[in-house]
């Protein structure tokens, strides 16, 4: 296939859709374009999210930890 019959497949394809699923394939799009277009960015950018998730992760591990760390504590050490 040629690149305007995939052109035109997309946009006959897209027709009909509601507003909240065209937004979805415009991330997308632009997903894609900056993948292409600007490699370094998109490896900068894509290594950044994976960080920040870690990073988050991380932070739920941790509090996870403290809680089970303290379960129980009030039991063990009653206020006077």
Known sequence: ???PTYQQ??????KGFPSEV?????????FVRKRLLQPQA???????TLLREELRQ?????EAHVEQ???????????E
């Open 58 to 62: 991380l932070s739920r591990d941790e």
């Open 69 to 79: 760390e303290f379960a129980g504590y009030d039991q063990l050490s009653p206020r």
């Open 9 to 14: 497949l997309i946009i006959e394809g897209m």
């Open 22 to 30: 065209l937004a979805e394939i415009t991330d997308f799009v632009y």
């Open 42 to 48: 998109f490896e900068e950018d894509l290594q950044s």
């Open 1 to 3: 296939m040629t690149t």
